[in-house]
């Protein structure tokens, strides 16, 4: 095991608690630190959880805390606009199933259970800058406060402020070309499955949604716009003018129409522009090192995304725990992970494109998705693989790295 003892976690949301909870696990103490002044409620939309990414959380004992605020998805039913089925995918058959659950739901289930593990939580300190040490990291936060450890690690999202002190010419994120927005309708879909998530490919825009058992739909939307716009930008619009904008978006799609219809404007969150990271030359520098979607974050089409993050948080202990110093753990965890990550997130771009299709693409792509599914519901096919993919905790970090 390296000599680190000691560890400072920039960023409180879904990889920042992972991480300091398998730091923990691996004998290493860990504070994490969060740059909102108090946990960040009501933020995000939905999201899924794969059984890769669940069973990574079972490594640090917060699967069942995450599967009890989401629902189980054991099902993808692909349909057009015009209420016709193009396809139904089941899920991989493996335990844990995929559940889907909302964003803040899975930031509180992680840092409650990660507090209750006695992983401390500092908030309100926004890292401004950082340097290594003769002994160990100093941390500056922008309230003038500073902390010191062993190790720094930047689980701060995709726009990293430890990512531009490892690399100052570190890639920004790419904004793909959609409009990301979702919300809750105080109506459920009549005779939806309430074990499988819908995705509709709508005549001017991608929609997905799934039935609550409090009779609420929850639902998002991705609506093509080559405009780059920050989440900032998108809050400077009221919801009901967004609200307004989808119900026009999606006037002839069915269930879609009737699904905003019955959504309130308070009911609407925007997002913003659909980001994800390119390939990021440097993961690590001196004492520092990222995770999450600091490093690898994919387009939300992937589904992937909270999921390689709490794996990855996972695979940095290990490495850690399994290596004599840092330059050799970050190796191996690099050596992990890079290859993995980056073809989800080349996958996700792929799948983000079929998003913004134009009407012909859409009615080839109609023809083509049975043989696509076909493909997918092989088990030994990229879709199986990547959500079989399991971490042992107990194993050694060099029994895998020696199937690289």
Same mark, same amino acid.
């Given at each position: ?100 659950? =909302? ?109 609550? $058992? ?11 716009? $080559? ?10 619009t009221p919801s009901d003018q =967004? ?56 387009? $939300? ?37 890079? $290859? ?52 042992? =905790? ?11």
């Amino acid at each position: 095991m390296t000599a680190v003892r000691t560890a400072l976690v920039v960023g409180g949301g879904i990889a920042g608690p992972v991480t300091a909870m398998a730091l923990r696990r691996a004998g290493i103490e860990a504070t994490v630190y969060e740059g909102h002044p108090s946990a960040a409620e009501g933020v995000g939309v939905t999201l899924t959880l794969a059984p890769n990414g669940l069973a990574a959380l079972r490594a640090v004992d917060a699967e069942q805390a995450v599967r009890e605020v989401g629902l189980p998805m054991r099902r993808t039913v692909i349909t057009d606009g015009r209420g016709g089925l193009i396809g139904t995918l089941p899920h991989v058959a493996v335990e844990p199933v995929t559940v889907g659950l =909302w964003r803040d739901d899975l930031a509180r289930a992680l840092r409650e259970r990660a507090e209750a593990q006695g992983v401390p939580i500092v908030y309100g300190k926004r890292l401004v800058d950082a340097e290594s040490t003769a002994d160990g990291v100093l941390a500056r936060f922008g309230d003038g406060s500073t902390a010191t450890a062993d190790l720094l690690i930047g689980a701060d999202g995709i726009r990293s402020r430890v990512r531009t002190l490892i690399d100052p010419a570190a890639p920004d994120p790419q904004v793909l070309p959609l409009l990301n927005l979702g919300g809750a309708a105080r109506y459920a879909v009549p005779d939806a499955d309430p074990e499988a998530m819908y995705l509709l490919f709508g005549a001017r825009g991608f929609f997905g949604y799934w039935v609550e $058992p409090d009779g609420r739909t929850a639902w998002f939307a991705n609506v093509p716009d $080559p405009r780059p716009t920050t989440w900032a930008e998108a809050n400077q619009t009221p919801s009901d003018q =967004w609200l307004h904008r989808l119900r026009e978006v999606y006037a002839d799609d069915v269930p879609a129409h009737q699904v905003l219809a019955h959504t309130e404007p308070a009911d609407v969150v925007a997002i913003g522009s659909i980001e994800s990271m390119p390939s990021v030359p440097r993961w690590y520098r001196d004492r520092m090192v990222l995770v999450g979607d600091a490093v690898h974050a994919p387009s $939300p089409s992937s589904g992937q995304g909270a999921s390689l993050a709490v794996e990855s948080a996972v695979q940095l202990a290990r490495c850690l725990r399994d290596h004599p110093d840092l330059p050799a753990a970050f190796t191996a965890y690099e050596r992990l992970r890079r $290859p993995r990550v980056e073809k989800v997130v080349r996958r996700g771009r792929q799948t983000t494109s079929t998003k913004t299709a134009g009407p012909v693409a859409k009615r080839m792509m109609r023809i083509m998705m049975p043989l696509a599914l076909r493909t997918f519901l092989n088990p030994e096919r990229s879709l199986g693989a990547e959500q079989r993919y399991r971490i042992d =905790w107990d194993a050694p970090v060099s029994a895998e790295l020696a199937q690289h």
